[in-house]
Structures are given as C-alpha cells and as structure tokens.
C-alpha cells in the first residue's frame, strides 16, 4: 500500500525566507509520481510540480523545487523567495504510474503562513 | 482553458435525503476521481473511474455510489445521507500516466 506522511501540521515563515515543507512516501513499487499541490483559502487545488521516480534531476518550477531523494522515500518542497500570497494548504501526494493502479494518494497537508 | 465544475459550492440537506453531486470535465479525460477532504485527513479517495461505466471504490467507499454514463460527467451519490457524511467534496479528471489530476471547486455539503 502507498503512504504519504507530512510531519508538520502548521509552519510560520518570514516573507523573503527560504522555506522547505516536508514530504516522505512509502511504496515497494519503482515506479512512481510525486506531486505537490497548493490549497489557498478560496479551496481550489493548484497543482505546483511533478516528479518522477526515474526523473534523474530533480524538478523545478520556478520558486518552487522539490528536493527528491530517493533512497530517503523523500520529496520535500523547496519554496525560494517566500511571499503573501504563498500562504496556504500544501500537500504531498503519489500515484503509481503503471495502468490500473494510478490513483492519487494524500498526505494530510502542511498550512504554511507568511508573515510580513 | 481546462475545466472541471462541479453542479454546487454549498449544499445543505437532511439527515437520511438521497444526495447527488455532479461533475463535468471537458478535457476529454479518461479517469474522474470523487475525494472527500476534512481537516487533519488531507483528501481521502472514495471512488474513481477508468472509462464510461467503470467504477472501482477508493479508500472509503462506504456509505457512497457513483455513476458514470458520460465520459465527461462522473456523479457522486449518498443514498442516504448522514451527519458524519458533513465535508468537502471535490471532483477530479486526468488522463493516464504522469499529468497531474484537475480539480473542481468543491462542494461544501452540510448534512443536518
């Protein structure tokens, strides 16, 4: 069975800051997705970045980079440059990436607020 | 621009009323998830479907059907509504493979 664990319920960060969210995964499956998704206050889920589990680099979109180490069943979220506006729900999730076992699972979210 | 809609933002209904939640993608999307979210769960599957008919349960089935007659419209069903059925209910639709999944709005659905 697939498992997503976010360790931090709540974080509070100095806007400007660096700021890193926190994301391990668990499967025997090699072959698989991580995805970080973004929930502000208005409820929409605004997909952030992929990775891939044979991606050899890890993956960037603009301030946001997620951190993949593989041996570690890690994918953390690097957010560079923290502003207001990224305060919000964030959560790790992952899918198996072969037919007929591709659904999503969840962790259970990190609410990150910027502080001016 | 890609779009998924669900048919209500707040949905308000009594306790045992027989509850249906619809979505429409039009993306042309194979696969249509139903998640419920509720604070310190993140979201949770309940049911998802492969194709026009097909249905397979997602984590917490239970209390819930779906129906899925069109590719671009996926419904949720609560045959008989309850209390601990009170959350947030949003809709997906993706293709195979590595595209990440498109969200609807969310239901917000209040069970009395």
């Known amino acids: 069975a697939q498992k997503i664990t976010q360790t931090q319920p709540g974080m509070f960060v100095q806007e400007k800051e660096a700021v890193t969210l926190d994301c391990t995964y668990d499967?025997?499956?090699?072959?698989?997705?991580l995805f970080w998704y973004k929930q502000p206050s208005s409820g929409e889920m605004i997909f952030l970045i992929y990775?891939?589990?044979?991606?050899?680099q890890n993956a960037t979109e603009g301030r946001y980079s997620l951190n993949f180490q593989k041996a570690r069943k890690s994918a953390n979220l690097v957010i560079s440059a923290s502003q207001l506006g990224d305060s919000a729900m964030y959560f790790c999730?992952?899918?198996?990436?072969?037919?007929?076992?591709?659904?999503?699972?969840f962790g259970t979210g990190t609410r990150l607020t910027i502080i001016p | 621009d890609v779009k998924v809609t669900q048919s209500s933002r707040y949905l308000v209904k009594r306790t045992g009323e027989k509850v249906f939640l619809e979505c429409v993608q039009d993306?042309?999307?194979?696969?249509m998830f139903w998640y419920r979210q509720d604070p310190g769960l993140g979201l949770r599957l309940i049911y998802f479907s492969y194709d026009v008919k097909m249905k397979e349960k997602g984590d917490i089935p239970e209390g819930y059907s779906v129906s899925r007659e069109k590719k671009e419209r996926f419904s949720l069903i609560l045959e008989s509504a309850s209390t601990n059925q009170t959350s947030m209910y949003l809709c997906a639709s993706d293709t195979q493979g590595r595209d990440e999944q498109y969200f609807g709005p969310g239901t917000r659905l209040t069970v009395t």
């Open positions: 993306m042309d999307h194979e696969n």
């Open positions: 990775q891939g589990s044979y991606d050899q």
């Open positions: 499967t025997s499956d090699p072959s698989y997705g």
């Open positions: 999730a992952m899918r198996h990436l072969n037919f007929g076992n591709e659904k999503l699972t």
